[in-house]
């Protein structure tokens, strides 16, 4: 779901000083603190909500009732 430094940033570790620099970078450039928000709304409003999540349950639950291999669901991370 969260492709780093385009609609968010991911941590492997939780390091402060990573995560602070990261931060800073996004106040000194607006212009990508702005694509990161856009591209974080687009992504929870478009590719990661309920309706989605829905009609994947569906999907998956189909399958394993008729026996099926699982659909690919989760394209991208997603």
């Not at 000194?28 to 974080?40: C, H, L, T």
């Not at 409003?45 to 639950?61: F, G």
């Amino acid at each position: 779901m969260i492709k780093n430094g385009e609609n968010g940033f991911a941590y492997i570790k939780c390091d402060i000083d990573d995560i602070c620099r990261k931060i800073i970078e996004l106040f000194n450039d607006k212009e990508k603190m702005k694509s990161v928000q856009k591209q974080a709304y687009y992504t929870i409003s478009n590719e990661w909500n309920a309706k989605v999540a829905a009609e994947r349950l569906i999907k998956l639950s189909n399958a394993i009732l008729n026996g099926e291999q699982s659909p690919d669901l989760f394209e991208d991370g997603i």
